[in-house]
């Protein structure tokens, strides 16, 4: 599943960590798993984040499927 990240919910410490991951608005975000911990993929690298630094993420689920690509 990939989302589109908007926006976060967290403080400037919460915002700076996923800021320095790649994890900015606008990027697509790849989640792997989410077991406890959220192993995701952005831009080419894995990251495993916490639970609670998860919830801070705002996002919109992205559509994979060839339907939607095709326009």
């Known amino acids: 599943m990939s989302v ?3 926006g ?3 403080g400037r410490c919460c ?3 996923l800021l320095s991951m ?4 606008g990027t697509i975000v790849e ?3 989410s077991n406890g911990r959220m192993n995701i993929r952005v831009r ?3 990251f495993a984040i916490g639970h609670e630094m998860a919830l801070k993420i ?3 689920p992205v559509c994979d499927c060839n339907k939607c690509n095709a326009f």
Do not use: H, N, V, Y
Request: charged share 20%; glycine share 14%.
């Open 4 to 6: 589109r990240i908007t």
């Open 8 to 10: 976060f919910d967290g």
């Open 15 to 17: 915002r700076s960590r």
């Open 22 to 25: 790649g994890i900015i608005p």
């Open 31 to 33: 989640i792997l798993s």
């Open 44 to 46: 080419g690298s894995q």
């Open 58 to 60: 705002l996002a919109i």
